[in-house]
């Protein structure tokens, strides 16, 4: 399983201390019976931090006609918005809330060029919250091509604190490669124009990388 650079620093530091506390328990803690059953708890807590950040590979059939989920997690609201803060104007917004078990990994919904890309400071309100898309720690960004614009945010939540961002304004971007990561559990918005065809409805799950979640029309 291939991990996360990430997750690199956080999985050492976990393993340390899981490792340190397990030693402390087996020599100090009678019975050794409890001891034994807390190492355990300890070993099954470190498997998740692990597998929080494995980075499985995907397959994206690159389309410039599709919009593809940039993140793995259930789609929680498909709804109109008047989007104000760079495109200005009615559109169709996709959110994909993302569990602590899901891959946090996230990836370009179009490819093309970044038109705008900015981090935004803010609260930790619960992922699900309707005020999360505006109030909380965000970042925005919009990839452009041929068909149009795509504007999507990573969003924290109130587990999530630490988002990552790889790309800048006017970078050449490839649909379906990496292009952030959000730690501890999130959501994405998806911002799509009008005009396109939804093929994803609320309560389904999605693969970043690979679902599609609209098609240009």
């Given at each position: 399983?291939r ?30 019976p ?17 597998q929080f ?59 093309g ?26 970042t ?17 939540g ?51 990388g ?8």
């Open positions: 399983m991990i996360h650079r990430e997750g690199f620093i956080i999985i050492l530091g976990a393993s340390l201390i899981c490792v340190g506390l397990s030693y402390v328990m087996m020599t100090w803690l009678k019975p050794v409890l001891a034994q059953i807390l190492s355990i708890g300890l070993l099954v807590f470190l498997g998740l931090v692990v950040f494995r980075d499985p590979k995907r397959h994206t059939a690159m389309n410039d006609d599709h919009i593809i989920a940039p993140a793995d997690g259930k789609v929680v609201v498909i709804e109109e918005i008047e989007e104000t803060e760079f495109l200005k104007d009615k559109r169709v917004q996709i959110s994909i809330f993302m569990s602590p078990l899901n891959v946090h990994v996230n990836r370009n919904p179009i490819g060029i970044v038109k705008y890309a900015k981090y935004h400071p803010g609260k930790y309100l619960v992922a699900w919250h309707p005020k999360a898309s505006t109030d909380n720690e965000r925005t960004m919009v990839i452009g091509n041929h068909n149009g614009q795509v504007l999507f945010r990573q969003i924290a109130a587990v999530a604190r630490r988002i990552r961002y790889y790309i800048k304004e006017n970078d050449q971007v490839r649909q379906g490669a990496e292009m952030g990561f959000i730690k501890f559990g999130s959501r994405v918005d998806v911002i799509c124009p009008k005009n396109v065809k939804i093929n994803v409805k609320i309560g389904d799950k999605v693969r970043g690979e679902t599609i979640l609209a098609e240009f029309l």
